[in-house]
């Protein structure tokens, strides 16, 4: 009896790794199949550094070197670490569409192996599989995996910087809690929301260290993540002082979250894959609240197991060592702000404000210092903290303070300024579905009958979003039916500005004679008109609905004269929401 039990054990545990296997290859079909066939989009042309452009684009401004993303981002709203990456991986891998959208299908792929890892370290072996498919799945996470934008690197980032301190904590690796500390340094340059999940990570390492009589060697290593993310607190906080582009929606953008795979409309707007069915929206809402909440309660993290008691005495051995690598964290730390500040900016301008940020390495070590030598004076406002039901619950799960914590600090934050945004929330998701699956693997009988049928929602979402993209115009498909009819000498006047109608990335200024059209609305006033001969073929291409976009097709005929020096309509090739106009000299 006890041999047949063995053995279907571990038929069990190769069923599910066969499953896990399966979702890893799921995972890579969805992301990386046909990464190249939507159109280059507005808020990717952000992030496509080191393209060319025709010299009258002026907005994005040209990115070929890391002082012009630094000098750029003044006036950009997001961080510069995820421009810096891709300017470099553009160098290497070219700039192609399916080259610059690699890096976000990668992490993707990624984060479903390592959502397997985490979860496994405190819940079971199906309820790891079943976490790794619901985000293979996830029909946003899917839509920012095929993507250039930070999100997914975002919530790949805080996977791993998750699961790094969950084994740290365990037991003591100081090469792991430098790998912690770099990662975090890296996810801090990249996007705001980071800091929110970082400060919940520090307060679990707090809350966790409440009962030590020395303080937890792992907040060295925040400190030193900390340091090396000074430089970019400067954009921080200049950029909180800039108006938000956000709508102030918080609650409908937060609920959105609890939906399969952001499938469904919300009250105020629409999500990014949207099927606009309040009925739906309200049941599926309903459903992943319940299942999220019995995963909280539900909570077999072992997070809350007492730590090795090993991990003690190694604390006390490598603590003195940080320091050191605190102090050659600072230095590096004023290289970077030498490099970022090379040039005049209103940061630099700004005298007090400069000198005070540069010194903050230099009083985070101070901090440091004092915190350790002080650490009994707040194990009790800890414990305190920690005996309150609900904040103890919270704060003592890994997963769970790293969802609810941001979210309660972007509440608070939206008081004064709208913060939170629809793609940002794949930044939290992973957090959600590991809750999910363990409140599906806390059903009995359910529990198959919920595991199939979300699993068949999150692929329905899925496809949803493989058709989302198609809603603006396809600039990919205008110009390769444009290109073939293209002679030498022709002239294409585009009046729409590059970074709402990428255009010009088919339409090569070094293969194609692109001109600014008359009347170019995105160009200052004060500018004069570029002037030039016109040949005897002239191309008008513009953008929008037929209705809008004939009038301004008509003003730009007007303005360069086209009807009065005798050029008529020859050719008119229109796609949705798009067309390329012939006007030939008779």
């Known amino acids: 009896m006890a041999e047949k039990t063995r053995q279907r054990g571990q038929q069990h545990i190769y069923l599910l790794v066969t499953l896990l296997l399966c979702g890893l290859f799921v ?26 452009l025709p010299d009258f684009v002026h907005h994005p401004p040209k990115m070929k070197s890391f002082q012009e993303v630094f000098d750029f981002m003044f006036y950009e709203p997001h961080l510069p670490g995820y421009h810096l990456f891709m300017l470099a991986w553009n160098r290497v891998f070219g700039t192609s569409v399916f080259a610059m959208r690699t890096p976000s299908a990668l992490v993707g792929l990624l984060a479903v192996l390592v959502v397997f890892a985490y979860v496994r370290r405190s819940s079971s072996l199906g309820t790891a599989v079943l976490a790794s498919w619901l985000l293979a799945l996830h029909g946003h996470h899917v839509f920012w995996s095929q993507n250039m934008r930070p999100w997914v690197f975002v919530a790949f980032l805080a996977l791993v910087t998750s699961w790094l301190m969950v084994l740290i904590e365990k037991r003591w690796r100081l090469t792991l809690a430098i790998c912690y500390a770099l990662v975090v340094a890296c996810g801090l340059w990249i996007e705001y929301y980071f800091w929110l999940i970082f400060a ?23 400190t030193l993540a900390l340091i090396l993310a000074m430089p970019v607190f400067m954009y921080i906080r200049y950029q909180l002082g800039r108006p938000s582009h956000i709508d102030d929606h918080f609650w409908p953008h937060a609920v959105d979250t609890l939906q399969f795979g952001n499938l469904f409309a919300v009250f105020f707007g629409a999500s990014q894959v949207a099927v606009d069915n309040p009925i739906a929206f309200i049941s599926m809402t309903v459903a992943g609240g319940g299942l999220l909440f019995a995963g909280l309660i539900a909570s077999t993290d072992t997070d809350h197991a007492n730590t090795d008691p090993i991990t003690h005495s190694q604390n006390e051995q490598k603590k003195n060592r940080f320091p050191v690598y605190l102090l050659f964290a600072a230095a590096i730390a004023e290289l970077l702000f030498v490099e970022v500040f090379f040039s005049p900016n209103p940061l630099v301008q700004h005298g007090t404000l400069f000198f005070a940020i540069v010194s903050a390495p230099w009083v985070l070590i101070a901090c440091w210092f004092a915190a350790r030598k002080t650490w009994p004076i707040y194990t009790a406002l800890l414990k305190y903290i920690r005996q309150i039901p609900v904040i103890g619950t919270l704060c003592s799960d890994s997963v769970a303070i790293q969802l609810f914590v941001p979210y309660i600090m972007l509440g608070v934050l939206c008081f004064a300024k709208p913060l939170i945004s629809s793609y940002a929330l794949v930044s939290f998701l992973p957090f959600v579905l590991i809750l999910i699956a363990r409140g599906i693997m806390r059903l009995d009988r359910l529990r198959a009958v919920t595991v199939m049928t979300v699993i068949c929602v999150f692929a329905f979402s899925t496809y949803v979003s493989r058709n989302a993209r198609a809603g603006g115009p396809d600039f990919k498909q205008l110009a390769a039916r444009l290109i073939p009819h293209i002679q030498e000498g022709d002239v294409i006047l585009v009046r729409s500005s590059y970074w709402v109608e990428p255009i010009h990335y088919y339409l090569k200024p070094g293969q194609f ?9 995105g160009r200052p006033r004060t500018e004069p008109q570029p002037a030039f001969p016109l040949p005897d073929r002239v191309w008008i291409v513009e953008f929008g609905e037929t209705e809008f976009r004939e009038p301004r097709i008509n003003e730009i005929l007007t303005k360069t004269k086209l009807p009065e020096l005798r050029f008529d309509q020859s050719m008119d090739i229109s796609m949705y929401r798009g067309a390329a106009v012939l006007y030939e000299h008779r």
């Open 513 to 521: 004679n692109v001109k600014l059209a008359p009347g170019f609305v």
């Open 27 to 52: 995972a890579a079909a969805v992301r990386f199949y046909q990464l190249d066939r939507h159109t280059i989009s507005h808020p990717e042309i952000y992030v496509a550094i080191s393209i060319d």
């Open 200 to 222: 919940a990570q520090i307060l679990w390492v707090l809350i966790r260290g409440a009962d030590r009589r020395e303080m937890p060697a792992l907040v060295g290593a925040q």
